[in-house]
């Protein structure tokens, strides 16, 4: 074994940092042993130096990131900060300097990860980040390494613990959405802000991470369709359970049937009970996989959390100074098939429409002819008279698949019927 240490610079303390820290600390003997070089904590990069930290050496500790990851001596750099400034220039900054990358940030990679893989490929330096997807699950690694030699088709997944919590809560006990986030919240399962997660933003970025690692193609943010889940409804959770299904927050990547395109998008979604992921209770995070040999795989555990996110890193630390030791890099950015993103338009998928409807003669005759007229295929209608002696009905409706922009257009014209009084909720059906 190699005693001269592999130095690693620390870019943020926080939740994830610490746990870095503190496994660095601990397993120091094991890493050593599995990476063939005793690893160094060399630097920790803050923002506030006089918060006191367990188990690292003040010595260690800077406000000055950039002089860190300046200083020559430092072989790999974990960014663990989040966001894009200044955690792009950090990174970039320390391939100029020799060092490779192990970083957590979902954002910064769905933005920006073609031009910090090439700044990685022109200084011989890795960038790893298995952290940024889904916490402690190993999914980066299997889509680009175990499955190297299958074609994926499909990705599907919960990707966001945050909202799966909140939604498992509004099935599991009918609460409605304002409430199971404020159970989430006191839990401490939600940010005080929980724009990110529960509009989807935290899980597109995953989303295109994983759709670009997937197929092998360039997806950015801008190209996954997202919607968040706050509009979903105890009475959405209803009607799931009538047709047998759950809802939940679905990232789903996947390539069109002639191979030629690829979508990517993220959406609430009814689920058969019977699907795996249906199952997927609290904040956990589960991702299932189909491919051409290899068929259907899930992936499932803790998607947040210190720890859990710190294994993550960790692993790729020890990738990272293994390849240091012998000179290499490991795989780095492969999109190499360009293929396009289609738009939502083009995704075809099945949909329940719950709309409020006059309860008289010829109604659902008007209705089905709209949908007819937009070439979406009716599989089941359900209609129940109101019990307020309204005159109206609520009509649910599942389609056949169809594209999005049909039943897009399906919506509009049921909008203008004087029949139609709404349209209640719409929302896709998936995992079948
Ligand atoms: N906020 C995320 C979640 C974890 O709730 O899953 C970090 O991506």
């Given at each position: 074994m190699r005693t001269r240490p592999l130095k690693v610079a620390l870019l943020g303390c926080g939740v994830v940092g610490s746990e870095v820290a503190r496994i660095m600390t601990t397993h120091a003997d094991d890493l050593a042993a599995r990476i063939g070089a005793p690893v160094e904590l060399a630097g920790v990069a803050v923002r506030r130096p006089s918060k006191v930290r367990e188990g690292i050496d003040p010595a260690l500790v800077t406000t000055d990131a950039t002089a860190l990851v300046k200083r020559g001596d430092i072989d790999v750099v974990v960014e663990v900060i989040g966001g894009i400034e200044p955690a792009r220039s950090l990174i970039t900054t320390a391939f100029e300097h020799g060092a490779s990358v192990v970083s957590a940030n979902k954002a910064l990679l769905a933005q920006d990860g073609a031009a910090l893989h090439a700044a990685a490929d022109d200084?011989?330096?890795?960038?790893?980040?298995?952290?940024?997807?889904?916490?402690?699950?190993?999914?980066?690694?299997?889509?680009?390494?175990?499955?190297?030699?299958?074609?994926?088709?499909?990705?599907?997944?919960?990707?966001?613990?945050?909202?799966?919590?909140?939604?498992?809560?509004?099935?599991?006990?009918?609460?409605?959405?304002?409430?199971?986030?404020?159970?989430?919240?006191?839990?401490?399962?939600?940010?005080?802000?929980?724009?990110?997660?529960?509009?989807?933003?935290?899980?597109?970025?995953?989303?295109?991470?994983?759709?670009?690692?997937?197929?092998?193609?360039?997806?950015?943010?801008?190209?996954?369709?997202?919607?968040?889940?706050?509009?979903?409804?105890?009475?959405?959770?209803a009607s799931a359970k009538a047709m047998g299904c759950t809802i939940k927050l679905l990232a789903i990547c996947e390539r069109a049937a002639d191979g030629g395109s690829v979508t990517a998008r993220v959406h609430p979604a009814m689920i058969p009970l019977t699907h795996p992921l249906a199952s997927v209770r609290g904040a956990y995070n589960a991702v299932f996989v189909e491919s051409d040999a290899a068929g259907q795989l899930m992936f499932y555990g803790p998607g947040a959390g210190g720890a859990p996110t710190a294994s993550a890193v960790l692993g790729d630390l020890v990738a990272v100074c293994r390849n240091k030791l012998s000179g290499a890099t490991g795989p780095g950015d492969s999109a190499y098939t360009q293929l396009p993103v289609s738009p939502m338009g083009e995704v075809v998928t099945r949909y329940h429409i719950s709309l409020d409807v006059a309860d008289k003669p010829g109604v659902l005759a008007q209705v089905a002819t709209v949908f007819a007229e937009h070439g979406v295929s009716i599989d089941t209608v359900r209609q129940q008279g109101r019990q307020d002696g309204g005159g109206d009905a609520s009509l649910v409706v599942v389609t056949h698949r169809a594209s999005d922009a049909s039943l897009t257009g399906t919506v509009e014209a049921l909008r203008n019927l004087d029949t139609v009084r709404g349209v209640a909720s719409i929302m896709r059906v998936e995992g079948e």
């Open positions: 200084h011989d330096a890795d960038l790893y980040y298995e952290a940024a997807v889904a916490g402690a699950i190993p999914l980066i690694r299997p889509l680009r390494e175990s499955l190297a030699g299958d074609k994926v088709n499909r990705v599907l997944g919960i990707v966001n613990g945050t909202t799966n919590f909140i939604l498992d809560k509004m099935d599991s006990t009918g609460a409605g959405y304002q409430e199971a986030l404020d159970e989430a919240t006191a839990l401490g399962f939600a940010e005080a802000d929980p724009t990110a997660d529960v509009e989807g933003f935290d899980a597109a970025a995953k989303a295109a991470i994983l759709a670009g690692i997937a197929f092998h193609t360039r997806v950015r943010l801008d190209d996954v369709y997202r919607e968040g889940m706050i509009e979903v409804t105890a009475a959405d959770f």
